[in-house]
T-cell receptor, first 110, second 115 residues
């Protein structure tokens, strides 16, 4: 089967940098995606890594290493509005299912 | 551009009742998905579809049914509602071409309570 593991909670200080890890056990996937979800809202797409390496989008970066079955989301210059849950997800090649990790709740302290 | 539209936004059902959650997208996406999210938890895949006339089970399909008669619509049917089906339901769609990110576009969610 497929599974993605994330820490349940992470706490960081406003203005700092935080890394949210995602380790996975899945056979054949197209790439690793990250989504942000604020309380009461719907998930929104943040980034995608189709190939190994680092992708940067403004204050957010995402990394994938297929050989290590590992990826992470890096948030820089943290702002209070970044307080949310963050999910990693993969689309499985075999059947096109999109599977999500359980999510990491990011708490930001002033 | 409406994106993904879900109705209703809120619903309370009695045990044993049935209902249909509606989902429509206007982006001509061929892939559509239904997820449920319990409080403080992740998204669990219920059913998905890779095109009109094609549906398949996800991780937690029991107690649900779907149909995909058009590209735009992907309704989720709950038969004989149970308290365990109390959850927030999200419909999502994506463009599936090779090399695309497969970004999911989500509806606002339907909050269902079964009493």
């Amino acid at each position: 089967g497929q599974s993605l593991e994330q820490p349940s909670e992470v706490t960081a200080v406003e203005g700092a940098i935080v890394q949210i890890n995602c380790t996975y056990q899945t056979s054949g996937f197209y790439g690793l995606s990250w989504y942000q979800q604020h309380d009461g809202g719907a998930p929104t797409f943040l980034s995608y890594n189709g190939l190994d390496g680092l992708e940067e989008t403004g204050r957010f970066s995402s990394f994938l290493s297929r050989s290590d079955s590992y990826g992470y989301l890096l948030l820089q210059e943290l702002q209070m509005k970044d307080s949310a849950s963050y999910f990693c997800a993969v689309r499985v090649v075999r059947d096109d299912k999109i599977i999500f990790g359980k999510g990491t709740r990011l708490h930001i302290l002033p | 551009n409406a994106g993904v539209t879900q109705t209703p936004k809120f619903r309370i059902l009695k045990i044993g009742q049935s209902m249909t959650l509606q989902c429509a997208q206007d982006m001509n996406h061929n892939y559509m998905y239904w997820y449920r999210q319990d409080p403080g938890m992740g998204l669990k895949l219920i059913y998905y579809s890779v095109g009109a006339g094609i549906t398949d089970k996800g991780e937690v399909p029991n107690g649900y049914n779907v149909s995909r008669s058009t590209t735009e619509d992907f309704p989720l049917r709950l038969e004989l509602a149970a308290p365990s089906q109390t959850s927030v339901y999200f419909c999502a769609s994506s463009y599936s071409a090779s090399g695309s990110t497969g970004e999911l576009f989500f509806g606002e969610g339907s909050r269902l309570t079964v009493l």
